[in-house]
């Protein structure tokens, strides 16, 4: 493949710089080095070369190319040696007026038609190239990190840049093995935008009381298939990367209800409890590894009240069945008995809600979460509501995990806690598209790739159903009367008409 940019050079050679030296060598670019620091720049290239050196060792590469590859890192000790380079990428301090001053040197030193890129994640590349001249050759370029192994890239439009700039940054991505995703400028462009449903959302959960930070984990794993819950995500990037990117968000979007941080995170970074780097977060780690609390055991119940299930519970053809599989006995008329275990399964509402609308008695009603078919997850989630008597809520545990699957009980809750953290997660990515950020297409792929999500959002929010996620959300505002979970345009007209969420907008 003919590379866009045979000599590139590197502004910062940290472990986000030295991740894109490494990428574009390999690529065959020759790769200038510049750091502000003497000798680190010298550094970075020894760094890569022993690291392809063990490569080679593994035999993962040729034994002659750490050399060869090598050989194509030029470390320069001033930006002046960066003249003949056709794209600079900089990978400083996270800081506008540093990243401005820079660019502006460039601007004197690189050829008129010159790239100059930014791999910025939080910044914006219309104020980053507002000072300039030039500022339609600026672009962003954001990489995740490590960069070998995250293979995709944002490609971020400012409002001036060109969009050629942006389409050579696409085709350079794709020789260098990356999977380029085009996105235009905005707080947190695709990836941080996407991600900011998962972990503010669960932080609200808890902060409600309707489960502690292992429940939710546990749940979010084995329901929707996560790698990682919410708060061991959180635990190994640590709160002082994570928190400040939710407050960062959240201000730059004039304070959304959706991205609305948590005073819980909040008090954690104020008190050291970063995560697995300082040994507590919001689990304790003892030679890396997290204390977890062991789950509950499911109780022991010597005799099983009748089940019965509400007219109006989600999937409630699979839950009879479910029921019948697991040996209950199950009335089947109107009203329940003064004995039954009442069941609802609502979604958005909580369980309070659905006994008082539908006059049950709410000691004896407990709440399942059918959003997910029952076949497709290896967790059930139930919910005690104030009332529900502790005999029927042990009745319901020990009924759901007669076959040996996960149960968790939570406090009441409007949405579980699944519903609640996929419908957020959907709507954020809806609205995304609605505002014409990226296309549905790069926003799966930059989530997929970029979070690691066993689906894109828009994906998820197909397989379970818009209309069921619309309802989900439109009964949480009515539980919580909060504006953070009004549905996006694009995910009630979608829901309306029956199209899929992945469908490109014309």
Not at 66 to 82: I, N
């Given at each position: 493949?003919?590379?866009?940019?045979?000599?590139?050079?590197?502004?910062?050679?940290?472990?986000?710089?030295?991740?894109?030296?490494?990428?574009?060598?390999?690529?065959?670019?020759?790769?200038?080095?510049?750091?502000?620091?003497?000798?680190?720049?010298?550094?970075?290239?020894?760094?890569?070369?022993?690291?392809?050196?063990r490569m080679a060792d593994k035999g993962r590469i040729d034994a002659g190319q750490p050399q060869l590859w090598r050989d194509k890192l030029v470390p320069v000790a001033s930006l002046g040696e960066l003249a003949p380079?056709?794209l600079v990428v900089e990978a400083i301090v996270e800081r506008l007026d540093a990243k401005r001053e820079l660019l502006l040197q460039l601007e004197s030193i690189v050829a008129p038609d010159a790239v100059l890129a930014?791999?910025?994640?939080?910044?914006?590349?219309?104020?980053?190239?507002?000072?300039?001249?030039?500022?339609?050759?600026?672009?962003?370029?954001?990489?995740?990190?490590?960069?070998?192994?995250?293979?995709?890239?944002?490609?971020?439009?400012?409002?001036?840049?060109?969009?050629?700039?942006?389409?050579?940054?696409?085709?350079?991505?794709?020789?260098?093995?990356?999977?380029?995703?085009?996105?235009?400028?905005?707080?947190?462009?695709?990836?941080?935008?996407?991600?900011?449903?998962?972990?503010?959302?669960?932080?609200?959960?808890?902060?409600?009381?309707?489960?502690?930070?292992?429940?939710?984990?546990?749940?979010?794993?084995?329901?929707?298939?996560?790698?990682?819950?919410?708060?061991?995500?959180?635990?190994?990037?640590?709160?002082?990367?994570?928190?400040?990117?939710?407050?960062?968000?959240?201000?730059?979007?004039?304070?959304?209800?959706?991205?609305?941080?948590?005073?819980?995170?909040?008090?954690?970074?104020?008190?050291?409890?970063?995560?697995?780097?300082?040994?507590?977060?919001?689990?304790?780690?003892?030679?890396?590894?997290?204390?977890?609390?062991?789950?509950?055991?499911?109780?022991?119940?010597?005799?099983?009240?009748?089940?019965?299930?509400?007219?109006?519970?989600?999937?409630?053809?699979?839950?009879y069945q479910l029921l019948k599989d697991l040996g209950a006995r199950i009335e089947t008329g109107a009203s329940p008995s003064a004995q039954a275990l009442t069941l609802v399964a609502p979604l958005g509402f909580d369980?309070?809600?659905?006994?008082?609308?539908?006059?049950?008695?709410?000691?004896?009603?407990?709440?399942?979460?059918?959003?997910?078919?029952?076949?497709?997850?290896?967790?059930?989630?139930?919910?005690?509501?104030?009332?529900?008597?502790?005999?029927?809520?042990?009745?319901?545990?020990?009924?759901?995990?007669?076959?040996?699957?996960?149960?968790?009980?939570?406090?009441?809750?409007?949405?579980?806690?699944?519903?609640?953290?996929?419908?957020?997660?959907?709507?954020?990515?809806?609205?995304?598209?609605?505002?014409?950020?990226?296309?549905?297409?790069?926003?799966?792929?930059?989530?997929?790739?970029?979070?690691?999500?066993?689906?894109?959002?828009?994906?998820?929010?197909?397989?379970?159903?818009?209309?069921?996620?619309?309802?989900?959300?439109?009964?949480?505002?009515?539980?919580?009367?909060?504006?953070?979970?009004?549905?996006?345009?694009?995910?009630?007209?979608?829901?309306?008409?029956?199209?899929?969420?992945?469908?490109?907008?014309?």
């Amino acid at each position: 493949m003919q590379l866009d940019f045979t000599r590139i050079g590197v502004v910062g050679t940290g472990a986000m710089g030295r991740g894109i030296a490494q990428i574009a060598a390999q690529a065959g670019s020759t790769v200038y080095l510049h750091d502000s620091q003497p000798g680190a720049a010298e550094a970075a290239r020894d760094h890569l070369h022993q690291q392809w050196l063990r490569m080679a060792d593994k035999g993962r590469i040729d034994a002659g190319q750490p050399q060869l590859w090598r050989d194509k890192l030029v470390p320069v000790a001033s930006l002046g040696e960066l003249a003949p380079c056709t794209l600079v990428v900089e990978a400083i301090v996270e800081r506008l007026d540093a990243k401005r001053e820079l660019l502006l040197q460039l601007e004197s030193i690189v050829a008129p038609d010159a790239v100059l890129a930014s791999n910025t994640s939080s910044l914006s590349i219309t104020a980053v190239a507002a000072t300039l001249a030039r500022p339609e050759r600026v672009a962003g370029f954001h990489f995740f990190n490590p960069v070998p192994l995250m293979k995709v890239v944002e490609v971020v439009a400012g409002l001036r840049t060109s969009a050629a700039v942006c389409e050579r940054l696409a085709r350079y991505a794709r020789a260098m093995g990356h999977t380029p995703v085009m996105a235009q400028d905005t707080p947190g462009f695709i990836v941080n935008h996407a991600g900011r449903g998962y972990g503010t959302e669960a932080l609200r959960i808890v902060s409600e009381g309707v489960a502690d930070f292992a429940t939710v984990d546990r749940i979010l794993r084995d329901q929707v298939g996560f790698k990682l819950g919410p708060f061991e995500l959180l635990d190994l990037t640590g709160l002082d990367v994570s928190h400040p990117v939710m407050e960062s968000i959240y201000h730059q979007f004039y304070d959304e209800p959706r991205f609305r941080p948590s005073a819980i995170a909040a008090q954690r970074l104020a008190g050291g409890l970063l995560g697995r780097k300082s040994g507590e977060g919001f689990y304790r780690y003892v030679d890396g590894t997290a204390q977890v609390p062991p789950e509950p055991a499911a109780p022991v119940v010597a005799e099983m009240p009748p089940v019965w299930v509400s007219t109006r519970a989600a999937r409630r053809a699979e839950l009879y069945q479910l029921l019948k599989d697991l040996g209950a006995r199950i009335e089947t008329g109107a009203s329940p008995s003064a004995q039954a275990l009442t069941l609802v399964a609502p979604l958005g509402f909580d369980v309070t809600t659905v006994a008082v609308v539908e006059r049950l008695d709410p000691a004896r009603t407990v709440g399942i979460d059918m959003l997910i078919d029952d076949a497709a997850t290896r967790r059930r989630v139930l919910a005690t509501n104030p009332a529900t008597r502790e005999d029927m809520r042990d009745a319901a545990h020990a009924l759901f995990a007669r076959d040996g699957k996960a149960v968790s009980v939570i406090c009441d809750s409007g949405g579980f806690v699944t519903q609640r953290v996929v419908a957020t997660i959907v709507n954020i990515a809806s609205d995304i598209c609605q505002q014409r950020i990226c296309t549905p297409a790069d926003l799966e792929t930059a989530v997929t790739l970029g979070l690691g999500y066993p689906l894109g959002p828009l994906a998820m929010g197909d397989r379970w159903g818009p209309t069921n996620v619309l309802e989900v959300l439109f009964n949480m505002q009515t539980v919580y009367g909060d504006m953070r979970y009004r549905p996006s345009p694009w995910l009630r007209r979608r829901g309306a008409i029956g199209l899929s969420l992945t469908h490109p907008e014309s």
